[in-house]
């Protein structure tokens, strides 16, 4: 596609749920990160992906949040057991090989209540 | 631990004005920085990078400046517009060679 799509634009969920994110990266981006941006933060690093491996998983908070990327395209980022806390904004990017020119998606805004 | 960080939070100005929008980093390895903008509801764009090569880079009304001697970084603005209202991150590589490292993010408010 055009840009890097991310879904849902907005979930509310209730804690205790899990949740699965979506990022669609742009064709040819063999690099892809996740992100996470709290109310009035910057952001945070997740997971790193090239192709299908996640050599970088060192920002993933607990084992409660896990990710995987399939096709060397469309990576999901599933939150087990979801709480308060786990509210943010999740920000996927995407970028040719590793080079730092990242694209990113519009985000997925996590409420859990 | 080494990161990235702002001066000011926040950053009002009148529409014309030039903006100045401060960044100070800490990892002495960091090669390479990026400033984004990013607006309401929608994720961070690229405006402008410099390498640490080099101590000023300009493009379009938006100049950033480099002081490695004491790890600060700007962006400066010129002719600010209402369009410019956003918050401004910095980033750098902090040694990495795959990933960066965000700042908290300033905003400005342009007042017309």
């Known amino acids: 596609g055009a840009g890097v799509s991310q879904s849902p634009s907005n979930k509310v969920t209730e804690k205790g749920k899990d949740v699965e994110l979506r990022c669609d990266p742009i064709?040819?981006?063999?690099?892809l990160y996740w992100y996470r941006q709290s109310l009035g933060q910057g952001l945070e690093f997740l997971i790193y992906?090239?192709?299908?491996?996640?050599?970088?998983k060192s920002g993933l908070p607990s084992d409660r949040f896990s990710a995987e990327r399939t096709g060397g395209s469309v990576s999901t980022l599933t939150i087990q057991r979801t709480q308060q806390e786990d509210s943010a904004v999740y920000l996927c990017?995407?970028?040719?090989?590793?080079?730092?020119?990242?694209?990113f998606g519009s985000g997925t805004r996590l409420t859990v209540v | 631990g080494e990161s990235v960080g702002l001066h000011l939070p926040t950053l009002s100005v009148q529409e014309g004005d030039n903006s100045i929008i401060n960044c100070a980093y800490s990892?002495?390895?960091?090669?390479?920085f990026i400033w984004y903008k990013q607006e309401s509801g929608k994720g961070p764009q690229f405006i402008i990078d410099?390498?640490?090569?080099?101590d000023k880079r300009q493009g379009q009304r938006v100049t950033v400046l480099l002081n490695k001697t004491v790890k600060h970084l700007s962006l400066q603005i010129a002719a600010t517009q209402p369009g410019d209202s956003a918050v401004y991150f910095c980033?750098?590589?902090?040694?990495?060679?795959?990933?960066?490292?965000f700042g908290k993010g300033t905003l400005l408010t342009v007042n017309p």
């Open positions: 990017a995407g970028s040719t090989a590793a080079n730092y020119g990242y694209t």
């Open positions: 064709s040819g981006h063999t690099a």
């Open positions: 992906f090239q192709g299908n491996s996640a050599p970088d």
């Open positions: 990892n002495s390895a960091s090669d390479y």
């Open positions: 410099i390498r640490s090569n080099m």
């Open positions: 980033a750098e590589t902090g040694g990495s060679n795959y990933k960066l490292t």
